[in-house]
């Protein structure tokens, strides 16, 4: 089974509005995430991670939230920009081993 | 499980040498990815094959090659190994040859070169 789900393949949002990109996960063992930015033809690039001591890891105009309860991540985009449209991966470790991503997310943020 | 099987699961080799890491996709995907995760460095995308061709080329060192079989599994190669070559490596799959939306990642094979 699928241990890390992106249950929506795309999300469109107004410049200016915050972006929400969710993540689930099932094994109660991943106790790190992280989240990856992909533009077409290029590879995935890291953006921001979170490990399951924290519930929240902000960077600038992203934030990360962790909630363990319901295994379930999130990723705010505020203020959302043209340039943040890309498809992104939710990915999620447990002890460093045996990375597993999600799906992918395409992100469309219009002008 | 995502459909993309990755074998070996682990590898540990010495230095000089060369390994060979495989790849199933997922049925009907004709496309496949490989990645690279290091420590420090994120994870890079390496090179991407769809029905047997060479599609892109991203950070992929000359020592390593790779190629995409009539059966659409795929390897990659990696030879005169240097300890910096250890890391977690990747296979993705999808349908379709453009972007990498709606990737699937297998599990990874974690080489260490000691």
């Known amino acids: 089974d699928q241990q890390v789900k992106q249950n929506s393949p795309s999300l469109s949002v107004q410049e200016g509005r915050i972006s929400i990109l969710n993540c689930d996960y099932t094994?109660?063992?991943?106790?790190?995430f992280l989240w990856y930015k992909k533009y077409p033809a290029e590879g995935p690039t890291f953006l921001i991670s979170i490990s399951s001591i924290k519930d929240k890891n902000e960077d600038g105009r992203f934030t990360v939230f962790l909630n363990k309860s319901a295994k379930h991540l999130s990723l705010h985009i505020v203020p959302s920009q043209p340039g943040d449209s890309a498809v992104y991966f939710c990915a999620a470790s447990a002890g460093g081993n045996d990375m597993r991503f999600g799906a992918g997310t395409r992100l469309t943020v219009k002008p | 499980d995502s459909g993309v099987t990755q074998t070996p699961k682990h590898l540990i080799t010495a230095t000089g040498q060369r390994v060979t890491l495989r790849c199933s996709p997922r049925?009907?995907?004709?496309?496949v990815y490989w990645y690279q995760q290091s420590l420090d460095q994120g994870l890079q995308f390496l090179i991407q094959?769809?029905?047997?061709?060479?599609?892109a080329k991203g950070n992929i060192l000359e020592r390593f090659s790779a190629q995409q079989f009539p059966d659409l599994h795929s390897e990659l190669n990696l030879s005169s190994l240097e300890l910096g070559d250890s890391a977690l490596y990747f296979c993705?799959?999808?349908?379709?040859?453009?972007?990498?939306?709606?990737?699937?990642f297998g599990p990874g094979t974690r080489l260490t070169v000691t």
């Open positions: 094994n109660s063992m991943f106790d790190y």
């Open positions: 993705a799959s999808s349908v379709a040859a453009g972007d990498l939306y709606e990737q699937y």
């Open positions: 049925s009907g995907d004709l496309s």
């Open positions: 094959y769809y029905n047997g061709e060479e599609r």
